[in-house]
């Protein structure tokens, strides 16, 4: 049995498609939210065991607790505008303390989402080390990144103090992932999805303008990774239990938001029309203009997988999915 907390988010449910193919006799349960949107479409196609509240999850690992193999923990509150501070340590932190404590004593495997957000502007770079006093002078720039920086530093203090720890673990520090089953997240797609609705219709899409020296309008720069390479590093971690450790997800090589767009435009055999508006004010001062993933980690412990590149992700994104009746993978 496998456990998906988040099943039925963005990742969450593109890591439980995998798991289906990949291993079709194993028992998948979603820990999940529904509420009243569209998120449900995201795990229809699924062959599910159970959908759990979270309300219901202790008692679930309880009951199960002998079956399940692993939790891949990637429930949270994942928006980068969230101000209740409250809120997001109970959902991102406590929980994911009481998880981990959970498979420890269980032991159970246990591969959780950290954010590339922990880095904050990234003036102190994008090394995915674990050493506690490293740790600290990482500065997320919102609440959301410091609730995943502070369980990063609680697991780096457990490994200092050689505390118990599950048998395998994985805190995978996500990039900007882009693909499939992102639709319930609003404002919080992609900029693909994004831009796809303007360039479906040969319409100009919008990107903010530049407000640092350095870099022109639309040239700002992310590490965009596809939602496949993401699921492709954790099913590698599945499967090569005696790896563990805190580890980038990206493809190490920034590309500008400005060749995201038009590889949507090219993608619909569409010239690019781009317009560059003001970054929001409330916004602006916390802007990153350059993320990077140090990918040098995973693959010194040994993954060797080559990561998609952003024209084709965006291709397999748009031709596959956005612009199908049914978009859902």
């Not at 349960?29 to 759990?52: E, F, H, P, S, T």
């Not at 506690?132 to 369980?151: E, I, M, T, V």
């Not at 700002?220 to 599945?238: A, C, P, S, T």
């Amino acid at each position: 049995m496998f456990v998906i907390t988040g099943g039925a988010g963005f990742i969450g449910s593109n890591i439980i498609a995998s798991l289906e193919e990949r291993y079709p006799d194993e028992k998948l349960v979603v820990v999940d939210r529904l509420r009243d949107g569209v998120k449900w479409r995201n795990i229809a196609k699924r062959d599910l065991y159970d959908i759990v509240h979270p309300d219901d999850l202790y008692d679930f690992l309880s009951q199960y607790a002998d079956e399940i193999k692993a939790i891949f923990h990637m429930g949270a509150i994942s928006a980068t505008t969230e101000t209740d501070a409250d809120k997001i340590v109970d959902n991102n932190f406590r929980l994911t303390t009481a998880l981990w404590e959970w498979c420890t004593d269980n032991k159970v495997r246990f591969i959780y989402a950290s954010s590339a957000a922990t880095y904050g502007d990234g003036e102190n770079g994008f090394d995915d080390f674990q050493d506690r006093k490293k740790l600290k002078d990482l500065l997320p720039l919102n609440a959301y990144g410091w609730s995943k920086h502070l369980f990063d530093r609680t697991v780096a203090r457990s490994l200092e103090n050689k505390e118990a720890t599950p048998p395998q673990w994985a805190g995978l520090k996500f990039f900007n992932v882009y693909g499939p089953n992102e639709n319930h997240k609003g404002g919080q797609q992609s900029v693909v999805a994004h831009v796809f609705p303007d360039a479906k219709q040969n319409l100009m899409c919008r990107l903010f303008k530049s407000h640092h020296p350095d870099y022109e309008d639309g040239g700002q720069l992310r590490d965009f990774v596809w939602v496949g390479d993401v699921v492709n590093v954790i099913l590698w971690l599945y499967e090569n239990e005696k790896v563990s450790g805190l580890f980038n997800v990206g493809t190490g090589k920034a590309r500008s938001f400005k060749d995201l767009a038009k590889a949507v435009y090219v993608s619909l055999e569409i010239e690019p029309k781009i317009h560059y508006i003001d970054t929001p004010v409330n916004i602006r001062d916390k802007y990153q203009y350059f993320t990077q993933a140090n990918m040098d980690k995973l693959r010194e412990a040994g993954y060797d997988k080559p990561f998609t590149e952003l024209e084709e992700g965006v291709r397999q994104y748009v031709q596959d999915y956005l612009n199908k009746d049914d978009p859902y993978r």
